[in-house]
């Protein structure tokens, strides 16, 4: 098959729907990934106005410019835009579009999921500003704190817009951290291992791991204020046994690791553009592996330096200022490996380059005051002043702004195939280095002064009058800055300029393809021998369009990739993906339909919802497999292995392993809300314990037992050829027996809106119910599947992946259980 | 997956250990126990003695993942786990170095 027959017939195979019906269709991670970039930075620009707003409201004392009310709008959605739509959305777009290019494969590991993830970003990202558009946005700070959250003194709407379209957008953040995950880990090139990967694969890695380890707390405060406002459940009010400090440590333990979720992806984009610019391989590769590995587990043992000054022991503030400390320590073996790389290398200041260099002097003052707000005595004194805004300022505009445009010009010529024409971006960059600089240090000397932090407005006497008229022109030209640079874009997107294929003459596998990228990246896919391939075999893309790697004969009009053993790189299963369809975007939409009713109070459409939930996902899982076993697939270059669904450890088995970390998570954050109010809240013990059940947790016991074992069996029975049906019906037993005793706590918990210990304990029943409920469903639908002949001795991925469910189900059953009960015992 | 997990383990490990240390002094102030030895409070030396295991479990993690029967085939695991591992030890000395020097439960 000659090249131009390939690329057609591939095409054909690959391609999105044409047109703009494509966008709702489409599941193609290229696609995917413009469109998340693309609504990222929409929603940059949004933030952006709101900050100028907030700097025009500033800039004089006494303004009349904007209303408190309005004021604590726009600086709340400002502070919520940029984290939640902004930063976030950027890394999971950059990602998506980036890494089966990078990695040498088709497409990530669940084409669908990207697609769903994405509407679900789209969707919640919306419910924000059409709140703000009504004048009815959330007004309590980013960070939302209870009391002021709670229900007595924000009794409107506003906070439930930002915790019910913040969570809305969550599913979007852990689904691709999922996809992320077992996309790295697994759909790799052949001969990619652990230490051939690209740097940006290990941050992205190390980072969707951090999503799904991080997210969860606040998923789960999000969901506890929620029932607190909505149901009256007293998770954070003092007075009946709950505590407004819980929801700090919930939303910490997410926050700051969620500053390093942001910066280790741009950290990643400088590990990998630094060295192309520098001319030389970076500098110290394991080191920079370990040094993200060990930022990202540092950065969740800070979480308790926000709440320095919430009168929490001495003790207790002293093990989170040392190890805030310590975090500078693996920030530092980053900013000199890469001082090393330009040492060593012969840096060209082309456009990234400039954001590199802006993006070290700015991180590093950020990164120094970090240190400054570590040390307890020096926070208790700048905490909620804008030297903290300031701070957090540099670290994030400096960690991820200058590193993301770096990567935006970087990785331009490869998402349109053209080369800038016009140079407005060196002078939008200028213009941004110093707007940014004259804005934010005015801000730490201001905050040093005594300016407190969300401030509406301030009086001439208190001083502090010049600085902030300073900073406020800074930030109008920091906007301007920035506008030139979309201007930049657009006349790139305008000009028909041709660029070369690899205008950087870059190593990585992303330049192997033509650009703008074909809609299956490789015509065959590479055998990797080194980190930079284009480097070791300058013919590789000639190559590939050849046909000369692997899946090189498009076969059955299959989308057709393979994965890897996770740490040599050995092809290990031929995966054939899912087609166009719409399902994911009518499934967000259903998705949403859920979360709008609980907004609005339309609880009656919510089982609806749900209903709908549960059919389309049937239907999304249905729609995959066969009925026959498929013989070893020759992936050509003489090597043949096993489909994906005749494997134990399929993509959906790793991909549900994942799943399931996140939710372990938010199960442990569960628990430890429990031990935290039970131990720590002033309103302790309650009015009345649980009385223990003997019977309800005896059965509920028996469940978890019965239905892990019997799931087990039934696998076994399903291997060697027999009928799985009666060990299904076992199963399902099971879980309907852990189903009910979890039910007869959730009736039985004392008096829930009266103490947050009975609240709790409704919460953790409510959350067994649900997980018992889902593995039953999971175990009807296998019983559907294996009397529909989807399954066979061969084709067992299905029975694995339930395993882990009614597992989990079976586990977490007992624990909430023991709980309760052991609470009920205790007293 | 061993492979990734040799370069987890020992920040993972360090990640729970911090953490059940923080809720252990919680639990310790809430309980209101009092009482001295050697005139060391209970409460210090309980938290020390939690200290000393922590740090013996990650000498341990460490010594394991030098250890050839356990060690990763490919070089560069080595020397990243090696790399985490050092770092799970350090950082369970220093951030929790404060058991023995701070106040407790005030």
């Given at each position: 098959?000659?090249?131009?027959?390939?690329?057609?017939?591939?095409?054909?195979?690959?391609?999105?729907?044409?047109?703009?019906?494509?966008?709702?269709?489409?599941?193609?991670?290229?696609?995917?990934?413009?469109?998340?970039?693309?609504?990222?930075?929409?929603?940059?620009?949004?933030?952006?106005l709101l900050a100028m707003l907030i700097r025009a409201q500033l800039a004089t004392p006494h303004s009349a410019f904007a209303g408190a009310e309005i004021y604590n709008q726009i600086f709340t959605m400002h502070g919520t835009?940029?984290?939640?739509?902004?930063?976030?959305?950027?890394?999971?777009?950059?990602?998506?579009?980036?890494?089966?290019?990078?990695?040498?494969?088709?497409?990530?590991?669940?084409?669908?999921?990207?697609?769903?993830?994405?509407?679900?970003?789209?969707?919640?990202?919306?419910?924000?500003?059409?709140a703000m558009v009504l004048g009815i946005a959330p007004e309590g700070g980013w960070?939302?704190?209870?009391?002021l959250s709670?229900?007595?003194h924000s009794p409107g709407i506003n906070t439930?817009f930002w915790?019910?379209?913040?969570?809305?957008?969550?599913?979007?953040?852990?689904?691709?951290?999922?996809?992320?995950?077992?996309?790295?880990?697994?759909?790799?090139?052949?001969?990619?291992?652990?230490?051939?990967?690209?740097?940006?694969?290990?941050?992205?890695?190390?980072?969707?791991?951090?999503?799904?380890?991080?997210?969860?707390?606040?998923?789960?405060?999000?969901?506890?204020?929620?029932?607190?406002?909505?149901?009256?459940?007293?998770?954070?009010?003092?007075?009946?046994?709950?505590?407004?400090?819980?929801?700090?440590?919930?939303?910490?333990?997410?926050?700051?690791?969620?500053?390093?979720?942001?910066?280790?992806?741009?950290?990643?984009?400088?590990?990998?553009?630094?060295?192309?610019?520098?001319?030389?391989?970076?500098?110290?590769?394991?080191?920079?592996?370990?040094?993200?590995?060990?930022?990202?587990?540092?950065?969740?043992?800070?979480?308790?330096?926000?709440?320095?000054?919430?009168?929490?022991?001495?003790?207790?503030?002293?093990?989170?200022?040392?190890?805030?400390?310590?975090?500078?320590?693996?920030?530092?073996?980053?900013?000199?490996?890469?001082?090393?790389?330009?040492?060593?290398?012969?840096?060209?200041?082309?456009?990234?380059?400039?954001?590199?260099?802006?993006?070290?002097?700015?991180?590093?003052?950020?990164?120094?005051?970090?240190?400054?707000?570590?040390?307890?005595?020096?926070?208790?004194?700048?905490?909620?002043?804008?030297?903290?805004?300031?701070?957090?300022?540099?670290?994030?505009?400096?960690?991820?702004?200058?590193?993301?445009?770096?990567?935006?010009?970087?990785?331009?010529?490869?998402?349109?195939?053209?080369?800038?024409?016009?140079?407005?971006?060196?002078?939008?960059?200028?213009?941004?280095?110093?707007?940014?600089?004259?804005?934010?240090?005015?801000?730490?000397?201001?905050?040093?002064?005594?300016q407190r932090r969300r401030i509406p407005t301030y009086a001439p006497?208190d001083?502090w009058?010049?600085?902030n008229?300073?900073?406020s022109?800074?930030?109008?030209?920091?906007?301007?800055?920035?506008?030139?640079?979309?201007?930049?874009?657009?006349?790139?997107?305008?000009?028909?300029?041709?660029?070369?294929?690899?205008?950087?003459?870059?190593?990585?596998?992303?330049?192997?393809?033509?650009?703008?990228?074909?809609?299956?990246?490789?015509?065959?896919?590479?055998?990797?021998?080194?980190?930079?391939?284009?480097?070791?075999?300058?013919?590789?893309?000639?190559?590939?369009?050849?046909?000369?790697?692997?899946?090189?004969?498009?076969?059955?009009?299959?989308?057709?990739?393979?994965?890897?053993?996770?740490?040599?790189?050995?092809?290990?299963?031929?995966?054939?993906?899912?087609?166009?369809?719409?399902?994911?975007?009518?499934?967000?939409?259903?998705?949403?339909?859920?979360?709008?009713?609980?907004?609005?109070?339309?609880?009656?459409?919510?089982?609806?919802?749900?209903?709908?939930?549960?059919?389309?996902?049937?239907?999304?899982?249905?729609?995959?497999?066969?009925?026959?076993?498929?013989?070893?697939?020759?992936?050509?270059?003489?090597?043949?292995?096993?489909?994906?669904?005749?494997?134990?450890?399929?993509?959906?088995?790793?991909?549900?392993?994942?799943?399931?970390?996140?939710?372990?998570?938010?199960?442990?954050?569960?628990?430890?809300?429990?031990?935290?109010?039970?131990?720590?809240?002033?309103?302790?013990?309650?009015?009345?314990?649980?009385?223990?059940?003997?019977?309800?947790?005896?059965?509920?016991?028996?469940?978890?037992?019965?239905?892990?074992?019997?799931?087990?069996?039934?696998?076994?029975?399903?291997?060697?050829?027999?009928?799985?049906?009666?060990?299904?019906?076992?199963?399902?037993?099971?879980?309907?027996?852990?189903?009910?005793?979890?039910?007869?706590?959730?009736?039985?918990?004392?008096?829930?809106?009266?103490?947050?210990?009975?609240?709790?304990?409704?919460?953790?029943?409510?959350?067994?119910?649900?997980?018992?409920?889902?593995?039953?469903?999971?175990?009807?639908?296998?019983?559907?599947?294996?009397?529909?002949?989807?399954?066979?001795?061969?084709?067992?991925?299905?029975?694995?992946?339930?395993?882990?469910?009614?597992?989990?189900?079976?586990?977490?059953?007992?624990?909430?259980?023991?709980?309760?009960?052991?609470?009920?015992?205790?007293? | 997956?061993?492979?990734?997990?040799?370069?987890?383990?020992?920040?993972?490990?360090?990640?729970?250990?911090?953490?059940?240390?923080?809720?252990?002094?919680?639990?310790?102030?809430?309980?209101?126990?009092?009482?001295?030895?050697?005139?060391?409070?209970?409460?210090?030396?309980?938290?020390?003695?939690?200290?000393?295991?922590?740090?013996?479990?990650?000498?341990?993690?460490?010594?394991?993942?030098?250890?050839?029967?356990?060690?990763?085939?490919?070089?560069?695991?080595?020397?990243?786990?090696?790399?985490?591992?050092?770092?799970?030890?350090?950082?369970?000395?220093?951030?929790?170095?404060?058991?023995?020097?701070?106040?407790?439960?005030?």
């Amino acid at each position: 098959m000659k090249a131009l027959e390939r690329h057609r017939k591939l095409t054909t195979i690959w391609a999105s729907e044409p047109g703009f019906r494509g966008w709702f269709s489409t599941v193609n991670h290229t696609d995917l990934g413009r469109m998340f970039l693309t609504t990222a930075f929409f929603f940059f620009i949004v933030g952006g106005l709101l900050a100028m707003l907030i700097r025009a409201q500033l800039a004089t004392p006494h303004s009349a410019f904007a209303g408190a009310e309005i004021y604590n709008q726009i600086f709340t959605m400002h502070g919520t835009i940029m984290m939640f739509l902004f930063a976030i959305p950027t890394f999971e777009g950059l990602a998506i579009y980036l890494l089966p290019k990078i990695l040498g494969s088709r497409d990530l590991a669940f084409p669908r999921l990207t697609a769903y993830g994405y509407w679900c970003y789209v969707f919640g990202g919306s419910m924000l500003l059409v709140a703000m558009v009504l004048g009815i946005a959330p007004e309590g700070g980013w960070f939302m704190y209870p009391p002021l959250s709670g229900p007595i003194h924000s009794p409107g709407i506003n906070t439930d817009f930002w915790l019910i379209g913040i969570t809305f957008v969550e599913i979007s953040a852990i689904a691709a951290a999922v996809e992320i995950t077992v996309s790295v880990l697994k759909y790799r090139a052949p001969g990619m291992s652990l230490d051939k990967m690209p740097i940006f694969a290990w941050y992205a890695l190390i980072t969707a791991l951090m999503i799904l380890t991080g997210f969860p707390p606040l998923i789960l405060g999000s969901v506890l204020l929620e029932l607190e406002r909505a149901f009256g459940l007293p998770f954070f009010q003092v007075d009946l046994g709950g505590d407004s400090l819980l929801w700090q440590h919930l939303f910490w333990l997410f926050g700051h690791p969620e500053v390093y979720i942001i910066f280790l992806p741009a950290a990643g984009v400088i590990s990998t553009v630094l060295p192309v610019m520098c001319r030389t391989p970076l500098l110290g590769y394991g080191w920079v592996v370990a040094a993200a590995v060990s930022l990202a587990f540092l950065s969740f043992g800070l979480w308790v330096h926000h709440m320095f000054t919430t009168g929490i022991p001495h003790m207790g503030l002293a093990f989170f200022s040392a190890a805030s400390t310590l975090v500078a320590v693996p920030t530092g073996i980053q900013i000199f490996a890469w001082i090393g790389t330009m040492w060593k290398g012969k840096p060209d200041l082309r456009l990234p380059m400039l954001h590199i260099l802006g993006f070290f002097c700015t991180f590093v003052i950020g990164g120094l005051t970090g240190v400054m707000v570590a040390v307890v005595p020096f926070d208790w004194q700048a905490h909620d002043t804008a030297f903290i805004t300031a701070h957090l300022h540099y670290v994030l505009f400096g960690g991820f702004v200058f590193p993301i445009f770096a990567g935006l010009y970087y990785w331009l010529p490869h998402f349109t195939g053209r080369q800038r024409f016009f140079r407005l971006g060196e002078f939008a960059f200028a213009l941004i280095f110093v707007g940014f600089h004259v804005t934010f240090l005015a801000m730490h000397w201001v905050g040093l002064l005594g300016q407190r932090r969300r401030i509406p407005t301030y009086a001439p006497e208190d001083g502090w009058t010049t600085i902030n008229l300073i900073s406020s022109v800074g930030s109008f030209v920091l906007a301007i800055g920035i506008a030139m640079v979309l201007l930049d874009v657009i006349l790139h997107g305008l000009t028909f300029y041709r660029g070369p294929r690899n205008p950087w003459n870059a190593g990585t596998l992303e330049w192997a393809m033509t650009t703008p990228p074909p809609a299956y990246n490789f015509a065959s896919l590479p055998h990797v021998t080194g980190r930079e391939p284009l480097h070791d075999d300058p013919e590789l893309p000639a190559r590939l369009a050849r046909g000369e790697g692997y899946l090189g004969t498009p076969k059955h009009d299959w989308r057709e990739t393979l994965t890897v053993d996770i740490a040599s790189g050995r092809p290990d299963m031929h995966v054939i993906y899912p087609g166009n369809t719409r399902l994911p975007i009518v499934m967000s939409a259903v998705t949403g339909l859920f979360f709008l009713s609980l907004l609005l109070k339309f609880y009656w459409t919510v089982p609806v919802a749900v209903a709908g939930v549960i059919c389309l996902a049937w239907r999304w899982v249905w729609k995959q497999g066969r009925k026959d076993d498929l013989e070893p697939m020759s992936l050509g270059r003489g090597l043949k292995v096993a489909n994906a669904a005749m494997s134990r450890r399929s993509p959906g088995w790793w991909g549900t392993a994942f799943l399931l970390t996140a939710n372990a998570t938010f199960f442990g954050s569960l628990l430890f809300g429990f031990a935290f109010l039970w131990t720590v809240a002033p309103g302790w013990p309650p009015p009345a314990w649980l009385a223990a059940s003997p019977f309800e947790l005896g059965a509920g016991l028996a469940g978890a037992v019965l239905s892990s074992g019997a799931m087990r069996h039934t696998m076994r029975t399903n291997r060697k050829g027999g009928k799985p049906v009666l060990g299904l019906i076992l199963t399902l037993a099971g879980a309907l027996a852990i189903a009910f005793a979890c039910a007869a706590l959730m009736t039985r918990a004392p008096a829930p809106v009266e103490h947050a210990y009975g609240a709790t304990l409704l919460v953790l029943g409510g959350y067994g119910l649900f997980h018992a409920c889902l593995a039953a469903l999971m175990v009807v639908f296998l019983i559907a599947r294996v009397r529909g002949g989807y399954t066979s001795s061969g084709r067992q991925a299905e029975f694995s992946i339930v395993t882990l469910w009614v597992d989990y189900a079976a586990v977490i059953g007992v624990l909430i259980l023991l709980v309760a009960h052991a609470s009920g015992f205790s007293s | 997956m061993k492979d990734i997990l040799r370069i987890l383990i020992a920040p993972l490990t360090w990640l729970a250990a911090f953490s059940a240390i923080y809720g252990l002094h919680g639990v310790l102030c809430a309980s209101g126990i009092s009482g001295q030895t050697l005139g060391i409070s209970w409460v210090r030396l309980i938290l020390m003695g939690a200290y000393i295991l922590v740090i013996l479990g990650q000498i341990a993690l460490v010594a394991v993942l030098y250890h050839p029967k356990f060690a990763s085939r490919s070089s560069f695991v080595r020397f990243v786990s090696h790399a985490t591992g050092w770092v799970g030890l350090v950082a369970a000395i220093w951030s929790l170095a404060p058991v023995v020097m701070t106040s407790h439960c005030g």
